[in-house]
């Protein structure tokens, strides 16, 4: 367990360095075809982008990921096999880690508070042992119950979805909470702010081509919606 002086500012480093991991600016050298994990991701020569690659074969941080570059210009690996980059997941779990973190989870299928990884639930949405999916979590639990369970969440905690063999997760770095009249959390106004590492590159930027989400909006209607739970670790518990 953390001291409680130290969570907020253990917190802010993990939002900070998944934002970190998702500035570095690089050109590669040759084209990374990486469609055999979904079509559209194709990193092109010459063309300029943000972030660490997304490669679901590989887990590495952004130091690692910068050794690859050489003035700018990505020189590593481009296989699916060995080229260097992260996944949703596994950028949460190397940023929990390199603060200090002792989960062994590696993928979204044991990232669920039941698989002993170290992973912990946040709220009181009823959990199997026997779950393989958040899909059962979710469908099994009051939605309020879910929604109060989402108003816990923190910068640095995360959500997760998992259909069985993946899923995806996002990190928190804002949530707000808004309540009814009658104490209620209101799910089309309450909202998180997350930062996410995807597969796909994200169609909202104008700016840039990248594969990291910044700054999404999801209302806690779309987490529920979409079979999300709120997860945390033992790094931000006092």
């Given at each position: 367990m953390t001291e409680a002086k130290n969570i907020a500012a253990l917190r802010k480093e993990a939002v900070a360095y998944m934002h970190e991991m998702s500035e570095i600016k690089w050109t590669p050298s040759e084209d990374i075809d990486l469609t055999s994990i979904i079509k559209t991701l194709y990193y092109k020569k010459g063309e300029t982008y943000y972030g660490v690659i997304y490669n679901t074969n590989k887990g590495v941080d952004g130091e690692t990921f910068c050794t690859q570059l050489e003035d700018g210009v990505y020189k590593g690996p481009i296989t699916r096999e060995k080229a260097f980059g992260n996944h949703c997941t596994s950028s949460i779990l190397i940023t929990w880690r390199r603060l200090g973190d002792k989960t062994t989870a590696g993928w979204t299928a044991n990232m669920m508070p039941q698989c002993g990884t170290g992973i912990l639930q946040l709220g009181d949405f009823e959990i199997d042992p026997e779950d393989k999916t958040t899909i059962a979590m979710v469908e099994r639990t009051e939605p309020q119950v879910m929604f109060e369970a989402y108003a816990l969440m923190q910068e640095g905690d995360a959500i997760l979805y998992c259909f069985g063999p993946t899923g995806h997760a996002r990190m928190i770095c804002e949530n707000h909470v808004v309540r009814n009249a009658d104490g209620t959390i209101n799910p089309e106004e309450s909202y998180i702010i997350t930062i996410e590492q995807?597969?796909?590159?994200?169609?909202?930027?104008?700016?840039?081509?990248t594969t990291w989400y910044v700054d999404h909006k999801y209302t806690y209607d779309m987490v529920l919606k979409s079979k999300y739970i709120p997860i945390t670790v033992p790094l931000f518990v006092e």
């Open positions: 995807t597969s796909s590159f994200d169609k909202m930027r104008t700016d840039r081509h």
